[in-house]
């Protein structure tokens, strides 16, 4: 008869165990932290984007509407922009008709306004309700200017240069950024001349 032979084989100790499932811990929060430190940072990224797409989209769109003001094809009675304090009033004449019309459709008749308690800017088109242009807005400046472009306008009829200035915030505070209580902030400003009302 044959015997039945077992070969000798070893085994991890209870310490060589305890080193190795320390090591891997080890690595496992340094992968860990690593994952946390760049989650941080994308999401941070990702509001500071937002917030310049909010910023500089409003401004941008706002700015193609002023360079419009004051179209006047058919030599109407036309303001261009109208001076306020509370808001920005633009009229241009785009269907040639001689008058301005006030249908929410028409796109003639444009008036942003920045509300403070909702951090927001509205637009409204001619008699329509006012819609949101942009949110987490701390701030919409704007300034009318003369011809020289020094000289600030006070009159409708004055009104040659529009400054625009717009402050946008995150959506959420950083609480890794200590100004502002943690909310993030970015300012564009841009200076319009309508060619309609410089002639």
Known sequence: MHRLQLKKTEGFTL?????VMGIGM??????????????????????????????RGALDMIAREVKMAGY?????AITGVTYSTSQLQIEADLDASGTISTSSTANERIIYVFDSANKQITRQVGSGSAQILADNITAFDFSYYQADGTTPAT???AIRQVKIDITARASKPDPNYTSNSG???YQ????????NLAL
């Not at 310490?15 to 080193?19: R, S």
């Not at 564009?188 to 060619?195: A, C, E």
């Open 15 to 19: 310490t060589e165990l305890m080193v």
């Open 26 to 55: 080890v690595m496992l929060a340094a992968v860990t932290t690593t994952f946390m430190a760049q989650a941080k940072f994308y999401n941070a990224q990702e509001q500071i984007n937002e917030m310049q797409q909010n910023a």
């Open 72 to 76: 006047n094809p058919a030599n109407g």
């Open 155 to 157: 009159t409708s009829s």
């Open 183 to 185: 909310y993030r902030t």
């Open 188 to 195: 564009v400003f841009n200076t319009i001349t309508p060619i």
